[in-house]
């Protein structure tokens, strides 16, 4: 689907139905015309949706009324919209990762649908706009239920470890790094490190502090302007996002970042943005 998520139709619902329109009438194309309306379909709404809800549940709501009313406008067998959780997400995507790569089927030259002998499925890594998700198979036990997943796919078991982080996408990220330089400048000059030296812009503080993702100071003013010069210095901006991240794991459990548990990583990994 070209162009930005349903979640930012939110003050637009028709939209977001509008803007799926062009991928299902390519579906349509590809799909055998005797087959669509036997063909399961779903939509499947990820971070950015499940920010709208926290934000806004009515608009989240009228968004989906708005692409489940695109959808059911065409011959195909829809079962519904809804959000997913972050590990379905994580769990999906690696799903796509490996059956496309064929670690999990592919079609032998006996012509059958065979499991691969001898070959290792891949984690995947998701960069998304507002979360990111890591999916893997760890080789060993998942000790916390709620990053545990379990699939039976071709005739193959498989254990999975998957968490999303919310708010560790790229677009939310972003606005986490700017939130952080504008709370430590006490001016509405923003120097910032990650941006080209000389590169301006301007955006109101109740911009930067639209998203549940950041939380504005209590002396913030929503209509103050706020004006971000890029500085281009490396370092400076490596060490500002480090700042996003808690790496301390305590004695407990091992741990990817923010505390999260996270068994130690194995293999190789698809990584997708």
């Known amino acids: 689907v070209a162009g930005p998520g349903i979640s930012s139709y939110a003050d637009d619902p028709a939209g977001a139905g509008a803007s799926l329109k062009p991928c299902l009438d390519r579906a349509m194309e590809i799909v055998p015309a005797e ?5 399961p379909t779903y939509l499947g709404a990820t971070a950015g949706m499940r920010l709208l809800r926290e934000e806004n549940s009515t608009k989240a709501e009228q968004v989906f009324a708005e692409v489940s009313k695109t959808i059911g406008e065409y011959p195909v067998d829809f079962r519904g919209a809804r959000i997913l959780t972050g590990r379905e997400e994580g769990s999906f995507g690696w ?3 490996n059956y496309l790569l064929e670690t999990l089927v592919k079609f032998s030259f006996a012509e059958k649908w065979e499991h691969p002998q001898d070959t290792e499925v891949l984690g995947a890594l998701d960069l998304g706009g507002a979360s990111t998700q890591i999916t893997f198979q760890p080789g060993v036990p998942v000790e916390d239920g709620n990053t545990s997943v379990f699939f039976r796919l071709y005739g193959t078991n498989y254990s999975l470890y998957s968490h999303s982080y919310l708010c560790y996408g790229q677009s939310q990220a972003l606005k986490m790094l700017l939130a952080t330089l504008h709370q430590a ?13 000389g590169y301006q812009e301007n955006i109101t503080v109740a911009e930067l502090y639209d998203s549940p993702c950041v939380r504005a100071p209590s002396s913030a003013r929503p209509g103050l302007v706020l004006t971000v010069t890029g500085t281009g210095d490396p370092a400076a901006c490596g060490t500002a996002v480090q700042r996003l991240f808690n790496f301390s794991c305590g004695a407990q459990r091992p741990c990817g970042f923010n505390g999260v548990y996270q068994p130690p990583v194995r293999g190789q990994f698809f990584v997708s943005s």
């Open 35 to 39: 087959q669509q309306r036997e063909t």
């Open 185 to 197: 400048s006490s001016s509405a000059q923003i120097s910032h490190p990650c941006y080209p030296q």
């Open 95 to 97: 799903i796509t990762v």
